[in-house]
């Protein structure tokens, strides 16, 4: 069994690392000092804390070692610059307990920073705000651990050598950046939501949350705040008592957190009041869409099909078409939506969600053989034991064998 030091660095390094690391690297002005000082102050607590006991504040301890292993880094390297950083680290180093708690936004900013490959924006705010590991977000940009660590590491050089200030932007630069800021975060959810892991999912929302509190006048914080709010309303309805997957079509709304989704209906409103739209209030108007006819069980395929056109001119992407393929299909147009399919079929070859809807779609056209081998494809390429075992029998329903 693990001690109480184990557990209370366990929890720290999984609940607070990227406030930690977002304090230090506003202090150190390096990310990769950063993430080495934290990581000495973590090793420090599992032995110090095994002796003497947690301490009180975990979080505040933590800190304070990590700042003083940063000291002692710098004071070694004896550098002009970094005399002046001795001075500063000093200087922050009280009331180390009571830090800011919008760090990580300074920090997302950063990440973003124009001077960065904008490839490398959302995969670097996942490591050092986040917390994942390379080999977490690898898989998310179809690249290998090995390379995206390489990538990542250039990435924190270059911020330390260009000087990089780990402040909020001026209102001037939140339009550059603020696009990979809530990508980023999305990621992250998107991520949580697919593991299963709901504390993820609501630290991503309260980033989200972050953003709409600093940044008040961007419509887009607010539109991806609703997008949230309404998938955590709804995260566990898809699932029966026993663990199985439910299709949103088949779900109990007595089951989802009406409290949520009021929320995000006011967010997504408050959005739409600065008449400038952008995808993520556009997919937040899909999800509300979706709930109003669960709930009120009026169809509302028109509004929604609409959504889906906006959202293919606005913000174009491949998981953008399967949706409106989908919702072609839930409006009983599903020789459309095959059609659709057809014209990204070369772009989808290892897209789940890309062949679990055209097997749905091809059981409704009776081209049962075709369906079953998208039924077999889609459930090959699902991680989830509980999405892979439904795809398999939906695909045995689409067998005429088993049919009649």
């Not at 002009?80 to 900013?109: I, M």
Request: hydrophobic fraction near 45%.
């Amino acid at each position: 069994m693990r001690d109480a030091a184990h557990v209370a660095v366990e929890r720290a390094a999984r609940h607070s690392y990227g406030r930690l690391l977002a304090v230090l690297a506003r202090t150190t002005g390096n990310i990769a000092a950063a993430e080495d000082a934290l990581s000495d102050a973590l090793a420090s607590a599992l032995k110090t804390w095994a002796v003497s006991g947690v301490p009180d504040a975990p979080d505040a301890w933590l800190i304070t070692v990590a700042r003083r292993r940063a000291v002692d880094r710098i004071r070694h390297e004896r550098t002009a610059a970094n005399h002046t950083g001795t001075l500063t680290l000093l200087t922050e180093e009280r009331g180390v307990a009571d830090e800011p708690s919008d760090a990580r936004l300074n920090l997302l900013f950063v990440c973003a920073h124009e001077a960065i490959d904008r490839d490398m924006h959302a995969p670097l705010m996942l490591q050092t705000v986040l917390g994942l590991t390379a080999a977490q977000i690898a898989p998310l940009f179809l690249l290998r651990p090995a390379t995206l660590s390489q990538q990542l590491v250039r990435a924190k050089t270059k911020i330390a050598k260009a000087g990089i200030r780990f402040d909020l932007p001026t209102p001037s630069r939140w339009t550059d950046r603020l696009p990979s800021v809530l990508d980023a975060i999305y990621a992250a959810f998107a991520a949580g939501a697919t593991a299963r892991d709901e504390a993820m999912m609501e630290e991503a929302l309260y980033l989200v949350e972050l953003c709409v509190s600093q940044l008040p006048e961007e419509p887009e914080a607010k539109g991806l705040l609703a997008l949230c709010l309404y998938t955590l309303a709804r995260f566990g309805a898809d699932r029966d008592e026993d663990g199985r997957f439910v299709p949103l079509s088949a779900q109990d709304i007595h089951g989802w957190r009406i409290s949520l989704i009021d929320r995000a209906e006011i967010a997504l409103h408050d959005a739409g009041k600065h008449k400038r739209f952008g995808r993520y209030q556009l997919e937040a108007a899909i999800q509300s869409a979706h709930c109003h006819q669960k709930r009120t069980g009026t169809p509302q395929w028109p509004a929604i099909l609409h959504l889906y056109k906006t959202l293919s001119i606005v913000a174009p992407s491949v998981g953008a078409t399967v949706g409106h393929a989908a919702a072609l299909h839930g409006a009983s147009l599903s020789e459309t939506a095959l059609d659709l399919l057809d014209t990204i079929a070369v772009k989808c070859e290892d897209y789940q969600p890309y062949w679990a809807t055209r097997a749905a779609v091809l059981a409704a056209i009776g081209q049962r053989t075709e369906a079953e081998a998208a039924y077999t494809r889609a459930a090959e390429l699902s991680d989830d034991p509980a999405t892979r075992q439904w795809l398999t029998a939906q695909k045995q329903k689409s067998d005429p064998a088993t049919a009649i």
